[in-house]
């Protein structure tokens, strides 16, 4: 093996880019052992190999660059064990995380899958529930800062002009931070378009009640929305609003 070793040279040996070489200098990670102040030539000691291996595999552990400087500048058995156990137990709490994620985007598709087939535009139908379950997001302000909002399919609830959110969950049994939007029959219909249009629709739903006494508030469930269709007007809402008797 050769006693020095170019950026260039190291770089091909790790297969990894040379900006890269460049940057960790730069952050003082990993500083060339001699530098040509004039032409900025580095040249790399041959036992410096073991400092880029060890930043690759706590790279590769998922340790961020700030963590690794950090490690490599107190390494000691007891020290590194500790470390190591750390990020085990880090490692599996996101595993377990992603898994979770997986399993909601799964359970959010199946539900676009089922609800399609079923979206009339033309008519207005009663449909029967059981109780159903949801997290509350709340108002319009805290929605967007919500992880659920991206990964269950959203409830509006509106009274009048005012409206909040949920989350609508796919459980057969409450969990215990859920809410519950209690069973019973429901006046039904669908809308497509946009959700600032939304409200002639539901006037109408109200219009075509045929004597029914309705509350004075409706759920939509969202079905197509803007993490699936980008053009707003192919947008596709179901309105249900509870029927009193």
Known sequence: MKDYFTIGELANLFAIDVQTLRYYDSIGLLVPAHRDMQSGYRLYKFDQIYQVASIRYLKRLGYSLKQIGQYLDSRT????????????????????????????????????????PL????????????????????????????????????LVFYHGRE??????????????????????????????????????????????????????????FNILDQFVERDSNRFITEIQIPILS
């Open 77 to 116: 058995l007891e020290h590194t064990m500790q470390k190591l156990h750390d990020q085990s137990q880090e490692l599996k709490r996101r595993w377990n995380e992603l898994i979770d994620i997986d399993a909601t985007i799964g359970r959010k598709l199946e539900f676009i899958k089922q609800q399609l």
């Open 163 to 220: 409206k909040s959110f949920g989350a609508y969950l796919f459980a057969s049994e409450k969990p215990p931070e859920a809410l519950i939007l209690p069973g019973g029959q429901f006046l039904c219909a669908y809308h497509q378009g946009s959700y600032e249009s939304i409200h002639e629709r539901i006037a109408y739903v109200r219009e075509h009640a045929q004597g029914r006494r309705l509350a004075d508030w409706e759920v939509n």
């Open 119 to 154: 979206v009339d535009l033309q008519h207005i139908t009663v449909k029967t529930f059981s109780d159903r379950y949801y997290l509350n997001i709340g108002s319009e302000e805290s929605l967007y800062g919500s992880d659920v909002f991206y990964f269950h399919p959203t």
